[in-house]
């Protein structure tokens, strides 16, 4: 096995076996809410738990970690669920996916109105996985239901302070003076061997191991993720693997930008003009680089053709 691989095997391993807090991670403050979720050794001990539920939380799990077993159904690109909330959805600032669990439903402001659980999951299979979801009473969706409300067992229903919720300890505004210039540099540096110097990800034996970051098989424009500050929280805090909290935050800001500014596949919601979508979603692309111009491409101006079949 060519080092590169092997690399991005023990890498992909050690986040496996469990967490390592990076030291960069934000302090604990006063007041937020830690959560420990429960294991599944405890899930396999625990003789109160029917053996159906404790099957379908363990076949959410598998669906969780390797969503592509979906694809050419429900997935569409080279994406698991797992590829944006590592540590299979349990780790404090990786996007834990169990405070899904416990604040839902409630309004959402990138649709209009009070998501449940079920949808926030369909949105990622729309976006993140430039799919389409599993009906809400399908065997996938009961199992990923129950695996994030396995998750929050014993977490207090609608408590909003939680620590290591989510995206957003970098705030939302791009640093003055965050250069792509320098983020090209050093993605080439710190990421390229194992997203790949194109960002196409790194494929084992037909199976995507390391995701892809921007092309056909990446998100799409209308997933969190193509958000700059989204990800470059993500990244400050979680990447690259094995090295966890190595990168400044003006690096990840850096990253994100050049990263975000490449071509992908098209936010759902395109009306057949990239620049009248970003001002009809202005909430959401205010944050990313669809509708703009970039070496003098407008990007998102383009069909779906090839990554996303038509319903």
């Not at 599944?40 to 939380?57: G, S």
């Not at 944006?84 to 780790?91: I, L, Q």
């Not at 930008?257 to 009306?271: C, K, V, W």
């Amino acid at each position: 096995m060519c080092s590169l691989v092997l690399l991005c095997l023990l890498a992909a391993a050690a986040l496996a076996d469990g967490p390592v807090p990076p030291a960069a991670a934000p302090a604990w403050q006063e007041g937020e809410y830690r959560h420990e979720p429960p294991t599944v050794a405890a899930l396999r001990a625990d003789d109160r738990i029917h053996p159906a539920l404790r099957a379908a939380i363990l076949r959410g799990r598998d669906l969780f970690a390797n969503t592509q077993q979906l694809r050419g159904s429900h997935v569409f690109n080279a994406m698991n669920c797992s590829s944006c909330h590592p540590g299979d959805g349990r780790w404090a600032w990786a996007g834990p996916v169990w405070p899904a669990a416990t604040t839902l439903p409630d309004f959402r402001s990138k649709n209009g109105h009070v998501n449940t659980l079920e949808e926030r999951i369909a949105g990622c299979f729309t976006y993140s996985m430039n799919g389409r979801p599993p009906a809400r009473d399908s065997e996938a969706m009961v199992a990923l239901v129950a695996y994030h409300r396995w998750l929050a067992t014993g977490a207090p229903v609608y408590e909003r302070a939680i620590y290591g919720r989510g995206f957003r300890h970098l705030g939302t505004a791009i640093p003055e003076g965050t250069s792509r210039e320098r983020g090209e540099a050093l993605y080439g540096r710190r990421c390229a061997q194992c997203h790949g110097a194109d960002g196409d990800g790194l494929v084992v034996d037909a199976q995507p191991l390391v995701p892809p970051l921007w092309g056909d098989r990446a998100y799409n424009w209308g997933a969190g993720m193509s958000r700059i500050f989204t990800a470059a929280a993500f990244i400050h805090l979680n990447m690259p693997f094995g090295e966890a909290g190595s990168l400044s935050a003006q690096d990840a800001w850096d990253l994100s930008l050049f990263i975000n500014s490449h071509e992908r596949p098209q936010d759902p919601r395109y009306d057949g003009d990239a620049r009248r979508t970003r001002a009809r979603h202005r909430q959401f692309h205010r944050h990313t680089r669809y509708g703009t111009v970039v070496d003098g491409q407008l990007l998102g101006q383009h069909d779906n053709t090839g990554a996303r079949p038509a319903p």
